[in-house]
């Protein structure tokens, strides 16, 4: 019988963190977005809106590793949670 790798605990359902990981790059985008334009104020609003869509999935996304992770001194701490 093969043997299957155990994947790390921290990790989630692979769609769940292909979502995360997807809307990272795009977090990421956005940050360069704020830096580059300064001069069009829509799109700024436009980027703003983003951020603070982005902003409390990011948190949720952190205290629910955090909540079931086994060791959440371990996670927070050592695991760069």
Known sequence: MAQQKAKP???????YEMFI???SILSILNMVLVIII???QN?????QIMNAIFMPIFL???????FTAESKSG???RNFG
Do not use: C, M, P, W
């Open 75 to 77: 996670y927070f701490f």
């Open 43 to 47: 799109l700024q609003l436009v980027v």
């Open 38 to 40: 300064r001069q069009d």
């Open 21 to 23: 990981g997807a809307l």
């Open 60 to 66: 949720t996304d952190f205290f629910y590793r955090l």
């Open 9 to 15: 605990k921290e990790l989630k359902n692979i769609g």
